[in-house]
């Protein structure tokens, strides 16, 4: 079965305004861009061509809806292991620290399971509330 084209063949290819939304959309949810020029009917070199800006954008949305999401978890205290995912990617935590302050040393360690994180999590909230 030939693949069915939305354009007539020997025409020029004419994005409309819909038609990059609707890529945007498309690869903001996951779609590959072979699947993305199947639905619009399209080569893919057609869809690079057109849609180059579209595809990257798309792609750089997710990947920061995505890191939102996994932020919003991090600091909400409900999720310990997206807490301790998040400074160890993003603050450059290692399982251990060495932390000097006012010339004393202190070594931080990870906790073995999350339940202490979570009551650590606890612990700092509780704390936060008498102060306010």
């Given at each position: 079965m030939?693949?069915k084209?939305?354009i007539?063949?020997?025409q020029k290819?004419?994005?409309?305004?819909?038609?990059y939304?609707k890529?945007?959309e498309?690869?903001t949810?996951?779609?590959?861009?072979?699947?993305i020029?199947?639905v619009?009917?399209?080569?893919?070199?057609?869809?690079?061509k057109y849609?180059a800006h579209n595809l990257?954008?798309?792609?750089?949305?997710?990947?920061?809806?995505?890191a939102?999401?996994?932020y919003?978890?991090?600091v909400?205290?409900?999720?310990?292991s997206?807490?301790?995912?998040?400074?160890k990617?993003?603050?450059?935590?290692?399982?251990?620290?060495?932390?000097v302050?006012?010339?004393?040393?202190?070594?931080?360690?990870?906790?073995?399971d999350?339940?202490?994180?979570?009551d650590a999590?606890?612990m700092?909230?509780?704390?936060?509330?008498?102060v306010?």
């Amino acid at each position: 079965m030939a693949k069915k084209s939305r354009i007539k063949r020997g025409q020029k290819y004419k994005p409309s305004d819909d038609d990059y939304s609707k890529v945007e959309e498309m690869v903001t949810i996951g779609l590959d861009q072979h699947t993305i020029s199947k639905v619009m009917g399209i080569s893919n070199a057609t869809l690079t061509k057109y849609f180059a800006h579209n595809l990257l954008v798309g792609k750089e949305k997710r990947t920061a809806r995505v890191a939102g999401v996994a932020y919003e978890m991090a600091v909400s205290g409900e999720s310990p292991s997206m807490t301790t995912f998040w400074l160890k990617t993003q603050a450059g935590w290692s399982p251990k620290h060495h932390v000097v302050v006012e010339d004393r040393q202190f070594d931080i360690q990870w906790a073995q399971d999350e339940k202490d994180i979570a009551d650590a999590n606890q612990m700092l909230r509780d704390k936060d509330s008498k102060v306010h």
